[in-house]
T-cell receptor, first 115, second 111 residues
């Protein structure tokens, strides 16, 4: 079974500052993928960044980077230079290995960017 | 290039009724997954369709069923609706092992 834990129900960050959203995971699979999605109030899940379990480099996508620490089973999302439009729910998710392609999500973190 | 589309956007049903939700995948995608997101929760996997067959299923009762058509579009059917079925229903499309792209969701309210 796979499990994603997000322990921060809500976070505040000032505009232009960096923020880290925490995610820990549990799986017995050797091969897996970790994802972060953004969900604005409109409801659509927007893909942000992906990290494979065998990737040696931390993933980066523009202002998003994923701090992957395999031994600690953590996959934290770092958003640099926060913008007001970053205010949303953020979900960490995992896809298992083998033929299992379903995503298992955490409970999410609500990020509020302030002036 | 059209993304994933879902219909309807919002729906209100009464307990005991049946509902059908529809999803059209992103162009080129052949796999459709359905998720239920209750208020304040993360999405929960319902099932996935590939080549018109249910490929994977989450921990949902048989009241939840689906279908995939030859053009890869998909339907989610829920019978004997319960108040607890009120949620945002998200459809995601992908290639069979690829990244999942989500639609805007259908918000179902059961009264």
């Amino acid at each position: 079974a796979q499990k994603i834990t997000q322990t921060q129900p809500g976070m505040f960050v000032q505009e232009k500052e960096a923020v880290t959203l925490d995610c820990t995971y549990d799986t017995s699979d050797q091969s897996y993928g970790l994802f972060w999605y953004k969900q604005p109030s409109s409801g659509e899940m927007i893909f942000l960044i992906y990290q494979g379990s065998y990737d040696e480099q931390n993933a980066t996508e523009g202002r998003y980077s994923l701090n992957f620490q395999k031994a600690r089973k953590s996959a934290n999302l770092v958003i640099s230079a926060s913008q007001l439009g970053d205010s949303a729910m953020y979900f960490c998710a995992m896809r298992g290995g083998g033929t299992a392609s379903k995503l298992t999500f955490g409970t999410g973190t609500r990020l509020q960017v302030t002036l | 290039d059209a993304g994933v589309t879902q219909s309807p956007t919002h729906l209100i049903k009464t307990r005991g009724q049946q509902v059908t939700l529809r999803c059209s995948p992103k162009s080129g995608h052949d796999t459709v997954s359905w998720y239920q997101q209750a208020l304040g929760q993360g999405p929960q996997f319902i099932f996935q369709y590939y080549e018109e067959e249910e490929r994977q299923r989450g921990n949902f009762p048989d009241r939840f069923s689906g279908h995939q058509f030859p053009n890869y579009s998909s339907e989610l059917n829920v019978n004997a609706l319960l108040l607890g079925d009120s949620a945002l229903y998200l459809c995601a499309s992908s290639l069979v092992y690829g990244e999942q792209y989500f639609g805007p969701g259908t918000r179902l309210t059961v009264t």
